[in-house]
């Protein structure tokens, strides 16, 4: 279907009687033409197919016990079909606690996301 240019006054659909067809075809042909471009679209997932893994720092320091508190990273794993979110904080940033935190949040979903 070919959408009609855009022009000044073109889609000013209150001169149209609503009750006869051809107005109403016309108005039907005319409102794709002026709907707003979405700029992005929302990507879908099947089940298990994929999960989002993050660090998120918080933005204050957390008691972390005997005295002491920081800033220690949060790993953040999202759900790609289901969105369910899991967090885990890590004692820091190495590739063992890492792989650590990605193994206990996975082992809470029972498997796959």
């Not at 204050?60 to 967090?87: E, K």
Request: hydrophobic share 35%; aromatic share 6%.
């Amino acid at each position: 279907m070919k959408l009609p240019e855009a022009d000044a006054g073109r889609h000013d659909t209150s001169c149209l009687d609503p009750q006869t067809n051809a107005d109403q075809d016309r108005v039907r042909d005319l409102c794709p033409a002026w709907l707003p471009v979405i700029p992005v679209s929302r990507t879908t997932y099947q089940t298990g197919e994929l999960a989002q893994c993050d660090l998120w720092f918080p933005p204050a320091d957390v008691p972390l016990g005997h005295g002491q508190s920081g800033r220690p990273p949060v790993l953040v794993m999202v759900a790609g079909y289901s969105r369910i979110i899991a967090a885990r904080m890590l004692p820091t940033r190495t590739t063992d606690a890492l792989t650590d935190g990605h193994w206990k949040l996975l082992t809470c979903w029972n498997g796959a996301p």
